[in-house]
T-cell receptor, first 114, second 110 residues
Framework: EAQVTQNPRYLITVTGKKLTVTCSQNMNHEYMSWYRQDPGLGLRQIYYSMNVEVTDKGDVPEGYKVSRKEKRNFPLILESPSPNQTSLYFC?????????????FGPGTRLTVT | KNEVEQSPQNLTAQEGEFITINCSYSVGISALHWLQQHPGGGIVSLFM???GKKKHGRLIATINIQEKHSSLHITASHPRDSAVYICAVEYDFGNEKLTFGTGTRLTIIP
């Protein structure tokens, strides 16, 4: 089954404790992206990747890092989480950045930073 | 500023009613996406449009490029259609970046 998976689905952590949210897709997609969703603000792009070893900042990259060492994986790293990073996070992928193409979303990761 | 405006923000209707959700954007786009988010949180792609009209079961999406406007229609609405519907656009910037509206919360009452 074609899908985007994220782990963990729920995470409660404390300020400053490094964490990684994993994202994996099994569709051989070139393009992957991370979004955060906050009430009243909608979804906003954090980082995106057009292919292996090619990443770039989205609209709200501060406090986040990403890497794309393999085509299928695109982890989101919070080196020193803060309470303002409490949010619902979605990973998405599409066939290519030379689209437009339909985007496939992961199930979401609900992060709480205390 | 590239903005995506959706209306209404909230919509409550009786089962069986015809539903229309609107989306307007400010500059030229390469594509417009309609997404559905159920209370569990997952996001599903319903349509991707560059022009004209698409139909999928009881759902119809239209786009008017000149007017910079799109509509999502649901015919014979059902309680299972209750969800947040999100409009997102891709601008002509050579990547797949989506700019999202804030969503329309639809509730269908049996």
């Amino acid at each position: 089954e074609a899908q985007v998976t994220q782990n963990p689905r729920y995470l409660i952590t404390v300020t400053g404790k490094k964490l990684t949210v994993t994202c994996s897709q099994n569709m051989n997609h070139e393009y992957m992206s991370w979004y955060r969703q906050d009430p009243g603000l909608g979804l906003r792009q954090i980082y995106y990747s057009m292919n292996v070893e090619v990443t770039d900042k989205g609209d709200v990259p501060e406090g986040y890092k990403v890497s794309r060492k393999e085509k299928r994986n695109f982890p989101l790293i919070l080196e020193s989480p803060s309470p303002n990073q409490t949010s619902l996070y979605f990973c998405a992928s599409s066939f290519s950045s030379q689209g437009p193409y339909e985007q496939y979303f992961g199930p979401g990761t609900r992060l709480t930073v205390t | 500023k590239n903005e995506v405006e959706q209306s209404p923000q909230n919509l409550t209707a009786q089962e069986g009613e015809f539903i229309t959700i609107n989306c307007s954007y400010s500059v030229g786009i390469s594509a417009l996406h309609w997404l559905q988010q159920h209370p569990g949180g997952g996001i599903v792609s319903l349509f991707m449009l560059s022009s004209g009209k698409k139909k999928h079961g009881r759902l119809i999406a239209t786009i008017n490029i000149q007017e910079k406007h799109s509509s999502l229609h649901i015919t014979a609405s059902h309680p299972r259609d209750s969800a947040v519907y999100i409009c997102a656009v891709e601008y002509d910037f050579g990547n797949e970046k989506l700019t999202f509206g804030t969503g329309t919360r639809l509730t269908i009452i049996p």
